[in-house]
Each structure stands twice: as C-alpha cells, then as structure tokens.
C-alpha cells in the first residue's frame, strides 16, 4: 500500500504543478486543431478551423490564441478572427528534412528523450525569422500585449497531415507544440500535454468524422492546388 500512496502523492503533486504553471505561464497547452486541410490557406479568417481555435479562445476568456506550424512559404502573420487575435508561429529545423520531406523517426525520438539542442530551431512569425526561442517569446508576448491578453495564450498545434493517415501522423506543427511545452514547464509536462493534445480532436472537432473518412481525398486536393482558394 505504500508504494500506491507514494504514487497518488507524486501525481498530486504533478497535477497542482501542472494546473498552477499553466495557469501563470506564456501558453496554455490546448492540443491538435485539425486532422488535414479543407481549405488553403486554413488559417485565415473566416475558415471553419480558424474560427474553432477562435472557440477555443473564447472559452477561456482569451483574447488571443497561438497556433504553431512547421515552416513553409507563408509568413505566418497573425489576424484576426472575430475579437480574437491569431498568433501564428511556424519553426524552421536547421537538421530537418523540410515541411514536405521524409520523417526521421530516429530523430525525432532522440529530440523526445533528450530534448531539442540549442540552436537547432529557428523561428518564423509575420515574415520575421527568430534564432532563438527567446527572441520568439518577447514577439508573441509583445502581440498579445499589445491585444490586451491577460494570462496564458490557449496554444494548439496545426495538425493538419498533409499524406498518410491522420490518425497516425500528428501533422503541422507537433514538435514546436511539444519543443514550447518543454522550455516553459519541463519535460514530463511536454509529454502529458502531447498525449492529452493528442485526444482533443477527436473531443472537440466538429468535423473529425468528415476530415477522417475523406483525408485520402482531401490531401490529394491540398497536394494538387484544388483547396487553394487565395
């Protein structure tokens, strides 16, 4: 029995850790926002993802919210959607295989474990380029200032997969999600946002059924430019 006390203490103590850190630090940990694209560019206003991280600020009684990308083309400027501010953040990985390139799953496990080197992440918001995770924080902190945010900024990651199964392949986004996660609250709490980020969808996403029996289709539009619509 004692080792089942000690268990449900440490876990306690995770716990009131998690809530009080979350509760005064830069971001709130939300999960993954979307399964694949409906629309290119969906992160603009008026398109039904947006429009559900708007939701997912509104709930908090946040006036902003941040969702973060693997880099491409776009600039990744923020907008807004309704009363709510969308921050977009996007990370360059200067190992990395690119937004379209093969995964290194070796890699990537060793970034879980061990955590991502310095240096290694460049960051990309409103057409700016940040080397450091410092410099990325003051900007986001700086825009949501400057939109009156008071606490921390609900934070999804993209999730949209642009080939593969959804359910699967955790999409845009995932490793700065989970980098961000670690460089405000810590290893243990990466993870457990990650695995809980990771049920969200299938919670909060009206259109889940939709996304995941038509992804097939759906990435073969994105793909081949018939969702692009800007």
């Not at 449900?8 to 694949?36: D, H, K, M, N, Q």
């Not at 009363?83 to 990537?108: H, K, L, Q, R, W």
């Not at 845009?172 to 709490?189: D, K, N, R, S, V």
Request: with cysteine; charged share 15%.
């Amino acid at each position: 029995m004692k080792w089942q006390v000690i268990l449900l203490i440490v876990l306690a103590l995770f716990g009131g850790y998690l809530v009080i850190s979350s509760a005064t630090g830069l971001v709130e940990p939300v999960g993954r926002l979307g399964f694949v694209k409906l629309a290119n560019p969906d992160m603009y206003p008026g398109h039904v993802h947006s429009k559900l991280l708007a939701e997912y600020a509104e709930e908090r009684n946040s006036k902003c919210a941040l969702v973060v990308h693997f880099a491409g083309d776009s600039n990744y400027r923020h907008y807004k959607e309704g009363d709510v501010m969308i921050i977009e953040m996007a990370f360059i990985d200067t190992n990395g295989t690119g937004a379209a390139g093969p995964t290194d799953y070796m890699d990537s496990l060793k970034l879980a474990i061990f955590g991502v080197p310095d240096g290694r992440y460049k960051f990309k918001a409103d057409g700016l380029t940040f080397n450091s995770w410092k410099e990325a924080r003051s900007y986001i902190k700086k825009i949501a200032g400057q939109n009156g945010q008071e606490g921390p900024i609900p934070m999804v990651w993209h999730g949209t997969a642009r080939s593969g199964n959804p359910i699967f392949t955790q999409g845009c986004g995932l490793p700065l999600y989970f980098y961000i996660t670690w460089q405000e609250y810590g290893a243990l709490a990466a993870y457990y946002y990650t695995l809980k980020g990771m049920v969200t969808p299938y919670l909060s996403l009206p259109y889940r059924n939709y996304e995941l029996q038509h992804a097939s289709e759906l990435q073969y539009y994105y793909t081949h430019g018939m969702l692009d619509y800007q």
